[in-house]
């Protein structure tokens, strides 16, 4: 991590004195930045006051100079520990009073030296490795009997996401969502993003993966052909969805509607509601969606796009479902994971129209990830907005017009 | 009745130099100290009226006579000194067994923190100034405030000629300050002012702060300061202070004057 930080006290008759507003103004005046944390300010002129300073600086050497300067005016560095661990006691136990993670990047201290935690995402465990000093976060259901796994708050901090370099939508909403404001201008951000990745994803750049976490209603809505257009340009990497988007795409694709609506003349077709289910049944008898493309069953659409283009997808799927079809992981806690394990390398998440994806994959990413929700129903992008993040922007509006939309700005004709 | 204590400068002299106004080459013409010393005594007993408790002066240690950096005297309990320089650290062996003797409960601070007594707390009977980071530590004031129950303020002095919160500062009994405000950076200055209210407060011209008129021992509506600071003591006269300047120039010579050489008993 870039940032250097460090937590210190400062306590006294602080506030009258101005000496906390010295120490805060030398922290700034030095290019260095702050936050307050647990100040007390004394209820009676007798009773002192005090503060937590977490000073971050950009280099080793300003953190010092900061130190140095600040640590005549009373404030002293608090006494650092190593993280605890505990061995779990069972498989799939954590140990009480375990440590228990945030989105936010985060550090532990291994034998003096501060340690990333890899793959950091929200209410998991840490699971230390003392012999090679790494960290990482793990899900509850994956630990094992006697791994190390960090227990209390000592030796364990949490970085607070600094604002985003771009000045883009991204940096510029504080977890916003709107249905009032224009959408063009955030489409027009995060088309640009998406061009961006596309490239570095080409050049085997890190972090350069697009993720989409999608629900059937883009298929309804009439988001099909906008998407397929995207995944065929190469702009999305990671697909996550249930059964019914694909089932639905393929049922597109091999009856021309969508739960059984003509999605050309937007009516019902006599047994359209069969059409989903023999979809289905009928990939199920070819073996898998792959073989089922690759053979000329399914010719175009969202899923044929994914095999072709060798977009990683994950079909995570839930109890009312129909079939499933073959390669929907019907465990969750599997999809969960095989959902996790594709985050790694992503580097901008795009969340539509699915309330139960788009949240499951939020939970998933760490603070640092650019996320965009869409939904029409505004209580979806305001529960991933929610999240504390900088970096996540909330659309109110329908996925359809929301893919077209951003397809057109990334150079689709229409 | 005021009790202050004293040490007869029968060893002062300038035998190192630990500030600006120190000086190996000037020498001390320990005839007139002694003689400025006495009439500075003669004042406080006679024109002030209060009770002078005399030390044993100790050869070698010449700064034994500035008694306010014995420590600070609350009650019956008596913070010893910690020095910052080594030059002055066996003086508070023997301000220990003073205070001791006399029965006082003697406190410490913490070791590793410096703490030169009166010189660097004083204040008002509600609240204190403390004065850093030049002698005294920061940290030992929210640990003084907490065993005596006042708040202290503390105050960075940032000019090296006031080395001692007690060179360029005096509360006075009616609740007026005397200061030097260019002493003190601008979070100081705002803080005093927040507290001392305009009429209340003197800032002394420069001329007279650098012969240290802050440097005064208040005592009631007497007020002993160096001399030669007209405009301090028509100020202070115009607030119902009777001031006896006395000459302390031989004792500005190691930079302390009428305050550094008392310390506050009672």
């Known amino acids: 991590m870039s940032l250097h930080q460090e937590s210190v006290c400062l306590q006294g008759h602080i506030i009258d004195s101005l000496v906390l507003a010295k120490v805060l103004d030398r922290i700034h005046m030095m290019g260095g930045t702050f936050d307050l944390e647990d100040v007390h300010i004394g209820k ?17 050497a300003q953190l010092d100079d900061i130190l ?25 136990i954590f140990p009480d009073d375990f440590y228990a993670t945030t989105h936010l990047p985060t550090e532990v201290r291994l034998r003096g030296q501060w340690v990333d935690v890899d793959r950091i995402e929200m209410d998991l465990g840490i699971l230390v490795d003392h012999r090679v000093s790494t960290a990482r976060a793990i899900p509850m259901g994956e630990v094992r009997r006697g791994d190390r796994i960090v227990v209390g708050r000592e030796g364990v901090r949490v970085i607070p996401l600094q604002r985003p370099q771009e000045r883009d939508v991204f940096g510029f909403m504080e977890s ?54 995207l995944i065929e340009q190469g702009f999305i990497h990671v697909l996550f969805c249930g059964n019914a988007l694909a089932a639905h795409d393929m049922e597109a694709d091999l009856y021309g509607t969508s739960l059984g609506y003509r999605l050309t003349a937007g009516r019902a077709v006599p047994h359209g509601h069969e059409h989903h289910l023999r979809t289905i049944n009928r990939i199920r008898s070819i073996g898998s969606i792959e073989a089922a493309v690759t053979s000329g069953v399914i010719k175009q659409g969202i899923m044929a796009g994914c095999v072709r283009q060798g977009v990683s997808v994950v079909m995570a799927g839930t109890i009312r479902d129909d079939g499933p079809l073959p390669g929907v992981i019907t465990d969750s806690i599997q999809a969960q994971s095989a959902m996790r394990a594709l985050i790694p390398g992503v580097g901008l998440a795009l969340l539509i129209a699915s309330t139960l994806h788009s949240v499951a994959t939020g939970n998933l990413l760490p603070s640092t990830i650019p996320t965009v929700c869409v939904d029409v129903n505004p209580s979806v992008p305001i529960k991933l ?21 951003l397809a057109r700005a990334l150079g689709r004709s229409t | 009745m005021s009790r202050l204590l004293v040490c007869p400068p029968d060893c ?20 007139r100290a002694v003689r400025q010393w006495h009439e500075l005594m003669r004042v406080l007993e006679k024109d002030v009226g209060v009770v002078l408790e005399r030390m044993t002066p100790i050869p070698g240690l010449p700064d034994l006579v500035f008694t306010a950096n014995a420590g600070i005297v ?79 303020i503390p105050l960075e002095l940032i000019d090296s000629r006031f080395y001692h919160l007690d060179t360029c500062l005096c509360p006075l009994s009616g609740g007026e300050l005397l200061y030097f405000p260019a002493a003190f950076d601008r979070y100081g200055q705002t803080a005093i002012a927040d507290r001392v209210p305009d009429r209340l407060r003197l800032a002394v011209p420069e001329d007279e702060a650098l012969k240290f008129a802050c440097n005064a021992v208040c005592v009631g509506k007497h007020v002993v300061l160096p001399e030669g600071c007209p405009t301090t003591q028509a100020w202070l006269r115009r607030r119902g202070y009777e001031t ?20 506050a008993l009672d």
């Not at chain 1, 002192?48 to 000073?55: D, G």
């Not at chain 1, 709107?178 to 596309?198: F, G, Q, W, Y």
């Not at chain 2, 190192?16 to 013409?29: Q, S």
């Open chain 2, 74 to 152: 609350v009650g019956r309990t008596a913070v010893v000194s910690r020095f910052r320089y080594p030059e002055r650290r066996p003086e508070e062996a023997h301000f220990e067994n003073w205070f001791r003797r006399q029965g006082y409960d003697v406190l410490t601070v913490e070791k590793g923190l410096y703490f030169e007594g009166a010189g660097d707390l004083l204040g008002f009977s509600e609240y204190w100034f403390g004065g850093y980071p030049q002698r005294s530590d920061i940290r030992v004031f929210p640990v003084l405030s907490e065993r005596f129950h006042r708040e202290i």
């Open chain 1, 44 to 60: 009676t002129r007798e009773e002192p006051s005090r503060a937590r300073i977490v000073i971050r600086a950009t280099s080793k």
């Open chain 1, 176 to 229: 916003h969502v709107s249905a009032e404001r224009p959408h063009s201008h955030t489409i027009t951000d995060v088309a640009n993003r998406m061009r961006h990745l596309r490239e570095r994803h080409k050049q085997g750049q890190a972090d350069s993966k697009i993720l989409l976490a999608g629900g059937p209603a883009i298929i309804h809505a009439g988001g099909r052909d906008a998407l397929t257009w």
């Open chain 2, 244 to 263: 006896h300047p006395v000459q302390l120039d031989e004792f500005m010579k190691s930079g302390g004057s009428a305050k550094c050489l008392t310390l």
């Open chain 1, 68 to 92: 140095k300067a600040i640590q005549p005016h009373g404030a002293s560095v608090e006494r650092e520990a190593d993280c605890r661990t505990a061995d779990a006691p069972s498989n799939g």
């Open chain 1, 385 to 405: 907005a929610d999240r504390g993040s900088f970096q996540a922007v909330g659309l109110v509006m329908d996925a359809a017009s929301f893919l077209t939309e």
């Open chain 2, 12 to 31: 002062f002299g300038i035998e190192y130099e630990i500030n600006p106004w120190m000086l190996l080459t000037n020498r001390v013409d320990h005839g």
